[in-house]
């Protein structure tokens, strides 16, 4: 077993149990699988998550409770995020424009269900940090954060707060979006392999 996929397993661990770094966790923790993804992108995830969607426009990747994972994006109360290939990204901007990263994610025209509770609205921007972050080696993404809101439908009161993170990899036609604020999603990019 290499090094690197020791370490990238430690990163796994890390992220099952909640922690920001994965020096303290030891490797035989750390079951890992590997996603494998278009463009050569390998992602070596926690055996726990689940993988639905098997084309390469389409990936949800659920890392906790999550009663319709099935659902298409947009649905709500599903534990996971999503990893983006070129169909997807093409109408990935409000009315179904392409995604450019200078909007967020979002594929629709009407007001999406917030990710935690059907029962309200989705209200994405303002933009947040921005900048480059590591995919692996010799690969960064166009990194953003989307500050947003779930309202009321009723009558827009503000009933929680969550960050839309993207990491965009225009020439690789990437884009992994994470509304649920994933434990060692940062890491499992920044440890990817390309082949």
């Not at 290939?85 to 967020?104: C, D, L, M, R």
């Not at 989307?146 to 990899?169: D, H, I, M």
Request: charge should be positive; charged fraction near 20%; include cysteine.
């Amino acid at each position: 077993m290499s090094k690197r996929f020791l370490a990238v397993a430690a990163v796994a661990a890390a992220a099952l149990v909640g922690m920001s770094t994965a020096a303290s966790v030891p490797a035989s923790a750390a079951p890992a699988q590997q996603l494998k993804l278009r463009n050569g992108l390998t992602l070596y995830i926690p055996i726990q998550w689940v993988v639905h969607g098997g084309g390469t426009d389409w990936v949800r990747v659920v890392t906790g409770k999550c009663a319709h994972p099935e659902d298409g994006y947009g649905g709500s109360e599903c534990d996971s995020f999503w990893i983006l290939g070129p169909k997807a990204i093409k109408v990935g901007n409000e009315a179904f424009s392409p995604y450019t990263g200078e909007k967020p994610y979002y594929p629709a025209t009407d007001v999406q269900m917030c990710p935690f509770n059907h029962k309200w609205g989705e209200v994405i921007g303002p933009k947040g940090t921005r900048g480059l972050r590591q995919v692996g080696p010799g690969h960064k993404a166009a990194y953003r954060e989307w500050k947003s809101t779930c309202v009321s439908y009723s009558n827009g009161a503000v009933k929680a707060r969550f960050t839309q993170r993207e990491w965009y990899l225009p020439k690789s036609k990437i884009l992994v979006v994470d509304q649920w604020n994933t434990p060692g999603l940062p890491d499992t990019l920044k440890y990817a392999d390309w082949m």
